[in-house]
């Protein structure tokens, strides 16, 4: 609950532990002994709960809001980097590509089978057909003369025939198969096309939003660069501290006496306390945890 590891409220634990003794022991402060927010020493103190508290010039506090702004904005834009809708659109595409590609390997063995199965199938019929042929010349040219081979010889050439006509229609079998099975791979080949024109459009468009996010994000970094230098070093510390377990967000203004990081309301406690405490105290939310900054509406 309170990034800076006090570990509990305020409100609830009392002085530093033997582990974290408080090198800043109460006693030299004349103000809001007791009060809650508030620091007990002067330059450097501790909270009631043990939480040290460190000072800096109100200057320095509004600058911690220009930084919460950039570094605000920089999440987005990294959240807009990360959850582009082409990222999902290229990965479902992708996806789909991928079955496409194995379906693909499977449609071109399919043919190869087929194409082979053909061929094997015309190498069959060869020899019948000059079988037949042979014979029928052998029959045309009247060089069998005794009928009873000129006999067999026609039976051959009906058994020949009949042969020719069931490896035909075996090989027509195939040819068909082959046909169709080339046009499921054309279509196949087609739908790859597609989907590979859809995924480098897709891709052209996320790579170009990611361009202009980056250069966005440079210009912000730029901003950046430029602030960081400005803020003491102790108080930038307890920014990203406070920020790294705070989604992102370590300082808060106070407006009109809520908190706008966690949106509550200061208790009566609280508003006194922050009313009296010095302009260079930096606060904390005591809901949240978060550095709070004074404003010309705060309302205290
Ligand atoms: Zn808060």
């Known amino acids: 609950m309170w990034p800076d590891g006090a570990g509990a409220s305020p409100y609830r634990l009392c002085g530093a532990t033997a582990a974290s003794p408080d090198p800043f022991p109460v006693g030299s402060w004349p103000w809001a002994r007791g009060s809650v927010g508030l620091a007990q020493g002067a ?58 590609a194995s379906d693909l390997v499977g449609a071109d063995t399919a043919v190869s089978d087929l194409e082979r199965e053909q061929e094997r199938a015309e190498n069959d019929l060869e020899p019948v057909r000059e079988r037949l042929n042979r014979n029928q010349h052998r029959v045309a040219d009247g060089s069998v003369g005794d009928p009873r081979a000129l006999g067999s010889l026609v039976e051959e050439i ?95 203004e106070l407006r009109h006496r809520r908190c706008t990081g966690c949106r509550l309301e200061l208790n009566s406690a609280d508003l006194r306390a922050f009313a009296a405490a010095p302009a260079d105290e930096v606060l904390r939310c005591e809901e949240c945890g978060r550095i709070l900054v004074r404003g010309p509406e705060s309302g205290l």
Do not use: W
């Open 43 to 100: 330059g450097h103190g501790s909270r009631p709960g043990g939480r040290p508290e460190i000072k800096a010039d109100p200057a320095d506090q509004r600058r911690l809001l220009d930084l919460q702004g950039v570094d605000t904005a920089l999440a987005q834009l990294a959240h807009r980097r990360r959850t582009l809708p082409e990222h999902a659109e290229i990965a479902r595409l992708r996806g789909t590509r991928n079955h496409l």
């Open 158 to 252: 009906d058994h020949l025939k009949r042969r020719i006509d069931t490896l035909e229609d075996s090989e027509l079998a195939v040819m068909e198969q082959l046909e169709s099975a080339t046009e499921g791979r054309e279509r196949l080949r087609a739908e790859a096309g597609e989907l590979d024109t859809q995924l480098g459009l897709l891709s052209t468009k996320r790579d170009r939003q990611l361009r202009e996010l980056e250069l966005e994000m440079s210009d912000r970094q730029v901003l950046r660069e430029g602030i960081v230098p400005l803020i003491p070093a102790e108080l930038l510390r307890l920014y990203d501290k406070v920020s790294a377990t705070h989604a992102g967000i370590g300082a808060a």
